[in-house]
């Protein structure tokens, strides 16, 4: 994401200066925000996967393991 994020801020001094249209400028923010979309999304199914390794071994939420709230 950096990588994008440089050349927006690139473009956008590219533009300031007259040396690109406004459309390079465009093309860099779309491509910045794509990268970032991908970020989350890699983000997300990695605390996913995380949570089903955690149920796949038996894993529990409860405060106080499986058998919480006591059974009368």
Known sequence: MTAATRTDHLANVQYREGAVDYLQVVIAQTAE???REDLITIN??????????VRAM????GRHGPDYPPRP
Request: no cysteine; charged share 20%; glycine share 18%.
């Open 58 to 61: 038996g894993g529990n939420w």
């Open 44 to 53: 997300t199914r990695r605390l996913m996967s995380g949570v089903d390794l």
């Open 33 to 35: 925000l794509q990268a």
